[in-house]
């Protein structure tokens, strides 16, 4: 519980950025839902994979990402569960694979321009 209020006062700072689909939305249990909170050197992306989907990745497309720059990308998964990496923007606009293993399960994205 202590570690769910850590991310959710560390996570916080998004929540008043612009909002972003990166889905269709869909009342469909079968397909992916995703959005960003966003602005011009910052995201968050929020992945769901609901509870009929039979993929578990998906890949996203990120509208707010320039090619000549680079990124570091944190994904969070339920567990908390960090991996990091640095992506060129001209990589991530070519699309970002998120594995999702788990029928009803979130992975959260941070993006950070650097």
Do not use: Q
């Amino acid at each position: 519980m202590i570690v769910a209020l850590e991310e959710a006062k560390r996570l916080s700072k998004y929540w008043n950025k612009d909002f972003y689909p990166l889905t269709e939305p869909s009342v469909d249990e079968s397909t992916w839902f995703a959005y960003a909170l966003s602005d011009t050197c910052e995201s968050l992306i929020y992945v769901f994979r609901r509870p009929l989907s039979e993929n578990e990745g998906y890949t996203l497309y990120f509208p707010f990402i320039s090619e000549s720059l680079r990124y570091r990308i944190t994904v969070t998964d339920e567990n908390y569960n960090k991996k990091e990496i640095i992506a060129s923007g001209k990589e991530l606009i070519c699309g970002f694979d998120v594995i999702i293993p788990n029928k009803r399960a979130s992975t959260v994205i941070e993006c950070i321009r650097i």
